[in-house]
């Protein structure tokens, strides 16, 4: 192994704004070696700067960006390097893989296409035939059958779509893979697969990984050093094992005791009425592929996928049901079956003794401010062209339960309810001035505005890390109590679902498989589907 592949020293960057405010060194002084073959894993609260150091190794952030020190890939300078280095920079020298895969993926082509795109801009020496073969066999590498290839981004779940970016990363076999929370949208069986394959490509081709990631567990198993961040600045690095037994530094310390009381669970669950809020009856939603999207080299009929097959479950009054299991599973398809967002093809769903599938869309507009969602990315409900406080008071005009004049009262009463104070500082800015932490507080805000009976929460905490997620399950768990909600909680992660859920759901390929109190499932798991789901789960108890 020879000399460093990448190395920075003493990065500072500050993102463009405005000349009357002072500069924000978003990254400050910092310094990181990574080898051929090193493995290293970055962790940090949401906002630290870890994901503008991926950015700024490939030279991705805003123009007017202040950068200072020096970026080093093989012994040459990266800032230096010429607009057409830096187009074969990007995917054979260093592969990027983002958070959210839509960065990556263009809505308007194939699967195919992407990965036929990426080939001829940087192998145009390949046949159609090798290209073809080595397209098919980099997604077989993460999972992807290859008569899903001729379909399109929206057609596949968040975590199909992010198996494509991955896959589009290793397309060109590069130097260095700099994954940004790759697996944040993956169940723990498929994230296990992926970093699986990752890590033995490092070692089998001597290929960095840089993993960004909140996850201190996972970090833990796929990486060999850690290096902690706090507020733009590297706080601490070392050897895995050493980070995990004798964290030096007190927010490392702090990170870390976040995490094991996560894993550790919540022993005090609340008990519930029995008295069903929600019943979810044989509820069927199929979709089948076009004939085009299937590929004309398949005979018969197009294949019909059955996202929600058969299902049947009660939500009680005041519970937290967990819904868990593999991305594509088919869980955000019954959340969004249940809100009527998308019309069953059979089945009922009962809501308050009111048939909600027997309702026209008009009818269905009243209840859904009874029924409200927190997405994983809370800018899939912010507009960013909206501020803060424009956001939340929509809900409340939309459903006329207040005037433009006293909406900004309730605004600022939620905004200091989930902990955005003072409120008037926060209800002026724009999503894009917010942590991911703060910009989720905002989406529960807005979701809480209109009083729900019912929330559902699809992966609300996954794209923040552990220390963030605790603060924010312990506030969702005391809006429950102030306004007695009910909520119905999709997430991959099972020790969040341990650690919040009172219940749990396993849903894998349409169907419920288990369910049971939440102690029942994690000490009895009588599917074998759930024995792996745990099975596969990085515990740090273990780690350490």
């Known amino acids: 192994m020879d000399a460093a592949l990448l190395r920075v020293d003493n990065l500072r960057v500050a993102y463009p704004s405005p000349r009357s405010r002072p500069l924000n060194w978003a990254v400050d002084g910092l310094s990181l070696t990574i080898c051929a073959g090193d493995r290293v894993g970055l962790v940090g609260e949401s906002g630290c700067g870890k994901s503008t150091i991926g950015r700024a190794v490939m030279r991705l952030l805003p123009s007017r960006s202040q950068i200072e020190g020096s970026i080093q890939f093989q012994d040459r300078s990266v800032l230096g390097l010429s607009p057409q280095e830096m187009r074969h920079f990007r995917g054979e020298g260093v592969g990027l893989i983002f958070q959210d895969p839509m960065t990556r993926l263009n809505p308007l082509m194939t699967i195919k296409a992407h990965c036929l795109e990426t080939l001829k801009a940087h192998q145009p020496h390949l046949s159609k035939a090798e290209a073809q073969a080595k397209i098919l066999d980099t997604l077989a590498a993460v999972n992807i059958p290859a008569e899903r290839w001729r379909q399109y981004p929206h057609e596949f779940s968040g975590g199909m779509r992010q198996r494509v970016a991955i896959a589009l990363a290793l397309l060109l076999d590069p130097k260095l893979i700099v994954a940004d929370e790759p697996t944040t949208s993956l169940d723990v069986t498929v994230a296990a697969q992926i970093l699986r394959e990752l890590t033995r490509l490092c070692a089998e081709r001597e290929m960095g990984l840089l993993l960004i990631s909140h996850d201190l567990a996972l970090v833990s198993e796929y990486c060999d050093r850690i290096a902690v961040m706090y507020q733009g600045k590297m706080v601490e690095t070392g050897p895995s094992q050493r980070i995990l037994t004798q964290p030096q530094h007190d927010y490392t310390k702090a990170l870390l005791q976040a995490a094991l009381d996560l894993q550790a669970g919540d022993a005090g669950k609340a008990q519930t009425e029995e008295v069903p809020l929600l ?147 926060y209800e002026q800015r724009y999503p894009g001035d917010l942590s991911g932490g703060q910009q989720q507080r905002v989406a529960i805000a807005r979701a809480l505005i209109t009083h729900p009976k019912l929330v559902i929460c699809d992966e609300p905490v996954s794209m923040l890390d552990a220390s963030i997620q605790t603060q924010v399950l312990e506030l969702m768990k005391d809006l429950k109590a102030e306004f007695q909600l009910t909520y119905l909680f999709i997430t991959h992660d099972l020790w969040v679902a341990q650690y919040f859920c009172d219940r749990i759901a396993v849903m894998n390929q349409g169907k419920i498989v288990e369910i049971g109190p939440t102690a029942q499932i994690f000490t009895q798991p009588q599917n074998p589907y759930t024995q792996t789901l745990l099975g596969a789960a990085p515990l740090l108890s273990k780690l350490r």
Do not use: W
């Open 279 to 425: 019943q979810v009856q044989a509820l069927k939603q199929y979709f089948t592929l076009s004939p085009s999207l299937v590929g004309r080299f398949l005979s018969g009929p197009p294949p019909e996928i059955r996202a929600v097959d058969d299902i049947s479950l009660d939500v009680y009054d005041g519970e937290v049901l967990g819904l868990v299991g593999e991305s594509g599973c088919g869980k955000s398809t019954l959340s969004r079956t249940i809100l009527q967002l998308i019309r069953p093809t059979s089945g009922t769903v009962t809501f308050d003794n009111t048939n909600l599938t027997a309702l026209s869309n008009e009818q269905m507009r009243g209840y859904r401010r009874e029924i409200q969602m927190i997405f994983q990315d809370p800018l899939a409900c912010l507009n960013p062209l909206m501020t803060v406080g424009q956001s939340i008071a929509e809900p409340l005009l939309i459903h006329q339960l207040a005037t433009r004049a006293s909406a900004p009262v309730e605004v600022r009463s939620m905004l200091e309810r989930v902990g955005l104070t003072p409120p008037e500082d």
